[in-house]
């Protein structure tokens, strides 16, 4: 898969698409806020929408190449789309809707059966749950056997038990069928947990893309680091370059690793994510790995989220910091307790 | 008792409503799916008839399709014929004042139809016709036949436009409201009254139907 284009779709709004990007990958995520464009690349990819100029294609088959003038239209392209309601033909049966793109129905069983949706097959739409309604999508759209599946914010509306069978129908799905996908989502999580590429989204452009983990933890900017649930975010000035390391001067001067492209002098932004920032055992002698950037504070707010909570930390530097529920309790905090933290070097990301 | 203007009325009513159904459904599709030059004007020029009264509508008929009619003309010198004072001619008057009415609710109808639904049978590989046989019209299809069933009662009621184009010409052109008008302006309320009560008759009977075909069905 390999897809690039500009478009502007200016007709009524002053809205600018610039995407370009392009995934081997089997499983692509557009992660962004709403209203970044992320269903208008599905719909330009699945030809509902015409770019102005660009190239789309999938799989070796080109789409759009406004260069060469090619514009398939959507019939001709092979793409699954599933779209964010679902849209089932409310009027037509579970079978009816599963085999609508077919001329035989040959693949019909075996979708049910896939899908595990046996004994369905005469049901209308509106006699299904939303898990179940979102399955028919599915196999509506993967019955055409497409060169992709577009999948519009197909979490959005599950608990977290459908969420994670739809988690494994997707696998299965790529490993049955190698399918590439292209899913949407503005949750962090999912778009962490299910990547293999990860293309974050703002404003209409593509602002970096990665293995989820080189992006929630390497941010580009301050607008990726924001997205990727990263508050701790801090401007200073480069004070020393040295062998191995950088010494970053903010509210306090910050050890930081070396990164090329800066000179002494220049203006620096870091950042931290707020899960690696470590509180430290006041009963224990300092490892090595934290004994960098030691700074002491007050924590000020505590939010418990399941099986972590996050720490509002008041000191020369105000940070969030996550920290698991085991190690909650160990360490006995509470509100207004002071603490000790350390920002590993290795953990600081620095950016301009 | 001469029951020529209950045929009448029945037949230019059906072909004015099965013209109405086929070609209003058409242009409502156009108008709430497509985006024309000149859409807006079009959309008021459907409307004019609902709000102009139907004997100026009758009257704008003569000058466009009398004899001497700017489309008339042409169609008197090359054929010699010319539809003013025909039966065909009630069915025209009745099928511009109905279509107002059918083109206005299918078109709310066919826009209630979720876009998305069309969206997604065109990347399942349907063409537009094809979308519109399988997915617009089965979902748009009470609306429809409730503009069908409407345009049908304006037909079988329509008066004046029909007086002015096609006339009031005995056992030719005399619909049941112009044989109601005559019995009455004669003073033969007897006749009057019971082409009346057919006329009544014959509008429940064929609403109670409809209304029976829609609920029927999804």
Redesign the interface.
């Known amino acids: 898969m390999d897809i690039e284009k500009t478009f502007l779709h200016a007709k009524k709004s002053q809205f600018v698409l610039k995407a370009c990007f392009s995934s081997n990958n089997e499983l692509a995520v557009l992660f962004g806020p709403s209203g970044a464009g992320k269903t208008l690349t599905l719909h330009a990819i699945?030809?509902?929408v015409k770019p102005d100029k660009g190239r789309i294609a999938v799989n070796g088959n080109t789409y759009f190449d406004s260069q060469r003038n090619i514009n398939l239209?959507?019939?001709k392209?092979r793409?699954?789309?599933v779209?964010q309601?679902y849209?089932l033909?409310?009027?037509l049966t579970v079978e009816e809707n599963i085999s609508?793109?077919l001329k035989k129905h040959e693949a019909l069983k075996e979708m049910l059966s896939f899908f595990e949706m046996e004994g369905l097959e005469k049901r209308y739409p509106n006699q299904l749950s939303g898990g179940q309604q979102q399955r028919v999508a599915l196999a509506?759209?993967l019955i055409?056997k497409p060169d992709i599946m577009l999948l519009d914010e197909p979490f959005s509306a599950l608990d977290h038990a459908m969420r994670m069978r739809l988690r494994l129908d997707l696998k299965k799905i790529q490993s049955k069928y190698g399918i590439p996908m292209l899913l949407i989502t503005h949750d962090p999580i999912e778009a962490y947990t299910m990547a293999d590429t990860l293309i974050v989204y703002s404003y209409g452009r593509v602002e970096q893309i990665g293995l989820p983990k080189e992006v929630f933890n390497k941010p580009k900017n301050r607008g990726v680091a924001i997205l990727a649930g990263i508050n701790n975010i801090f401007k200073g000035i480069v004070l020393d370059i040295g062998e191995e390391e950088v010494l970053i001067q903010s509210h306090e001067k910050i050890v930081a690793p070396k990164i090329s492209g800066f000179e002494m002098g220049d203006e620096i932004t870091w950042c931290i994510r707020p899960d690696q920032v470590m509180v430290l055992r006041e009963d224990k002698p300092l490892g090595k790995a934290v004994s960098e950037n030691l700074f002491s504070g007050k924590i000020i707010e505590i939010i418990p989220k399941g099986m972590s909570y996050l720490l509002f930390f008041e000191g020369v530097f105000n940070l969030e910091i996550e920290i698991p529920a085991h190690a909650f309790e160990r360490l006995n905090l509470e509100k207004g307790k002071t603490i000790r933290v350390s920002l590993k070097k290795s953990a600081i990301h620095a950016f301009d | 008792m001469d029951l020529f203007p209950l045929y009448l009325t029945i037949k230019v009513s059906i072909i004015a409503t099965l013209f109405v159904a086929v070609v209003g459904t058409a242009i409502a599709y156009l108008m709430a799916r497509r985006d024309f030059p000149g859409k807006n004007f079009l959309d008021t020029l459907i409307l004019l008839p609902l709000v102009l009264p139907p004997t100026v509508t009758g009257y704008y008929l003569i000058v466009l399709f009398g004899k001497t009619g700017i489309i008339g003309k042409y169609i008197y010198s090359f054929t010699g014929w010319s539809i003013a004072f025909t039966w065909q001619a009630a069915v025209l008057a009745s099928v511009i004042v109905s279509m107002p009415f059918m083109i206005k609710i299918a078109r709310a109808a066919i826009e209630s139809v979720d876009i998305e639904l069309e969206k997604v049978a065109f990347t399942l590989g349907k063409s537009e016709w094809k979308t519109l046989q399988l997915v617009t019209l089965p979902l748009s299809k009470k609306g429809i036949l409730a503009g069908v069933v409407l345009s049908f009662a304006r037909a079988t009621g329509e008066f004046g436009a029909t007086l002015m184009i096609a006339g009031n010409i005995p056992g030719k052109t005399n619909t049941m409201p112009i044989a109601i008008y005559d019995a009455v302006s004669a003073g033969e309320f007897g006749t009057a009254n019971q082409l009346v009560l057919i006329l009544t008759f014959v509008c429940i009977l064929i609403l109670y139907l409809t209304n029976r075909l829609i609920q029927g069905r999804w």
Do not use: T
Request: with cysteine; net charge positive.
């Open positions: 699945a030809g509902l239209c959507p019939q392209r793409v699954g789309y779209f309601n849209a033909f409310p009027h609508f793109g509506r759209a055409i």
